[in-house]
């Protein structure tokens, strides 16, 4: 996995699981439910997924730092206000539960079983080389705020 360390984007991941998700809702009918409110609480979630990924990218940008995952070591301040003192990674979390909305909306329970592997491969082909990163160029910093919030909630 070292390989792919910081080189599959993370908005390419999404869209990997975001397919797999569709798929099993097209090729694996049975376990889908449908519900009234699917629709309605599938927009919610993937809003606000949207939105946690907007607000984080904003603040990277007043930060006036680096929103690209592929290289946190040019990062040029440590962001740790607004959203970032309630998650490490609020535009990960945000991915996630646009994900979630899209299970919802799909309909499909498999889909529920594909997001510990985007969880999974957020933490080790980007969290944890990003984290890696952030310690080597902010010290003890990063390492009081990494201790003091959660990585993802």
């Known amino acids: ?27 694996y009918p049975m376990a889908t439910i449908n519900l009234p409110s ?6 919610v979630l993937i809003v606000l997924g949207a939105f946690m990924v907007l607000i984080g990218g904003i603040a990277f940008r007043k930060a006036r730092t680096t929103v690209d995952p592929r290289n946190p070591h040019n990062s040029s301040s440590l962001v ?4 970032y003192r309630y998650t490490r990674n609020p535009m990960y979390v945000g991915m996630l539960m646009s994900l979630l909305g899209l299970v919802v909306y799909v309909g ?3 889909g529920v ?12 082909l980007q969290i ?8 080597e160029k902010f010290g003890e910093s990063y390492r009081e705020y990494k201790n003091r919030v959660r990585r993802w909630v």
């Open 113 to 124: 079983f594909v997001l510990p592997f985007f969880i999974w491969s957020m933490n080790e």
């Open 128 to 135: 944890k080389w990003e984290e890696k990163a952030l310690l």
């Open 80 to 83: 740790i206000v607004g959203i």
């Open 38 to 43: 699917n629709s309605l609480v599938a927009i």
């Open 1 to 27: 996995m070292k390989i792919l360390k910081l080189k599959i984007l993370p908005a390419f991941q999404v869209l990997i699981y975001g397919s797999i998700i569709w798929l099993l809702g097209e090729y």
């Open 108 to 110: 499909n329970v498999s």
